[in-house]
Nanobody, 129 residues
């Protein structure tokens, strides 16, 4: 059973920073998995935020966070990080880490929740104005 555990959420003011971490259970072939962050605000659908492939050479972001968020991974530690800078009130949401094991066609990016089989429990991010 693959387990994902997010941490690092919290409350910050506009312009602040937070670092989200997602730890994947040991024993899983994390180094060959595809990872993403999604978020869901109250009353809204779950939204793609960022993606990184197994090797780290394919990365993508939703337009609204480009230049402010950075996704990275450490395959030795089975973790994926989302560094969030210059946060805005519209970034307020529950952030979820997601993992996909099925192969991805090279240079494509899976951006819908149905394309990921494993999810963390979520961590709340609140940005106040």
């Amino acid at each position: 059973q693959v387990q994902l555990v997010e941490s690092g959420g919290g409350r910050v003011q506009t312009g602040g920073s937070l670092t989200l971490s997602c730890a994947v259970s040991a024993g899983h072939a994390f180094s060959t998995s595809y990872m993403a962050w999604f978020r869901q605000a109250p009353g809204k659908e779950r939204e793609f935020v960022a993606y990184i492939n197994w090797s780290g050479d394919t990365i993508d972001y939703v337009d609204s966070v480009k230049g402010r968020f950075t996704i990275s991974r450490n395959n030795a530690k089975n973790t994926v990080i989302l560094q969030m800078d210059n946060l805005k009130p519209e970034d307020t949401a529950v952030y979820y880490c997601a993992l996909r094991t099925r192969p991805v066609v090279a240079w494509t990016v899976p951006k819908t929740p149905l394309e990921y089989a494993y999810w963390g429990q979520g961590t709340q991010v609140t940005v106040s104005s």
